[in-house]
């Protein structure tokens, strides 16, 4: 089983249409959680860091579900620049480890 | 602020032939190294990390190794290349966040520009 499991995708949305992606982990013991944006042919970078109240950053919503072991992302009044490969990030404290999902693809439409 | 350097960013190499690729960060001190890499399409899978000079963790045995000659430096090398070490090579340090009363959260990785290897 992989460490984080992601829905490939692709989304293929309108702009200003709100659009949310999960994201699954597999170690209950994962401590620390990301949401990273990676475009085309250039290297990921930091999108939000999730924390367990819930956090927002502008249109951008993500939560965590210790539970059930899940993480969301939600892109509201989604805009072409939206578009890009958006991977859910879990990580340990003391393991050194980073475990990436394989990525969304999300495709805003004009 | 703290900035990571890697080079070459793209480079054409036969199969056979040895590689290595660099990665230097500045601003910070003793940061924990990470080299992922991204073949075509695919997810990022990491390679090796490093917490200190000299120590270098593998985390897929194949024919690439890494070094750590300085606190700020990370090399990727081959002696032989593959047509499958073909991909998106990443340099990576991490932060950590000091949380109080002693305690540290693992804080995101930092990426570096990456370096595009093609086997021919």
């Known amino acids: 089983r992989k460490e984080v499991e992601q829905d490939p995708g692709p989304f293929n949305v309108p702009e200003g249409a709100t659009v949310a992606f999960n994201c699954t982990y597999s170690?209950?013991?994962?401590?620390?959680f990301f949401w990273y944006r990676q475009d085309c042919r250039k290297e990921p970078k930091l999108l939000m860091s999730?924390?367990?109240s819930g956090n927002e950053d502008g249109r951008f919503t993500a939560q965590l579900n210790r539970a059930s072991q899940y993480i969301s992302l939600l892109i509201r009044d989604s805009k072409l620049s939206d578009s890009a490969t958006y991977l859910c990030?879990?990580?340990?404290?003391?393991?050194?480890?980073?475990?990436f999902g394989s990525g969304t693809k999300l495709n805003v439409k004009p | 602020s703290q900035t990571i350097h890697q080079w070459p960013a793209t480079l054409v190499q036969p199969v056979g032939s040895p590689l290595s690729l660099e990665c230097t960060v500045e601003?910070?001190?003793?940061?924990?190294l990470y080299w992922y890499r991204q073949a075509a399409g695919r997810g990022l899978q990491l390679l090796f990390y490093?917490?200190?000079?000299?120590?270098i963790s593998s985390e897929v045995p194949q024919n690439l190794s890494a070094s750590r000659p300085q606190d700020r430096q990370f090399i990727l090398s081959s002696k032989k290349l593959l047509l499958s070490d073909s991909g998106f090579y990443l340099c990576?340090?991490?932060?950590?966040?000091?949380?109080?009363?002693?305690?540290?959260?693992?804080?995101?990785?930092?990426f570096g520009e990456g370096s595009r290897l093609t086997v021919l």
């Open positions: 490093s917490v200190g000079i000299g120590q």
């Open positions: 990030v879990v990580s340990s404290w003391g393991f050194n480890k980073f475990y």
């Open positions: 999730v924390y367990s």
């Open positions: 170690n209950s013991a994962s401590q620390s």
């Open positions: 601003g910070t001190s003793n940061p924990n």
């Open positions: 990576a340090w991490r932060t950590d966040i000091e949380k109080g009363r002693g305690g540290w959260d693992t804080g995101e990785l930092f």
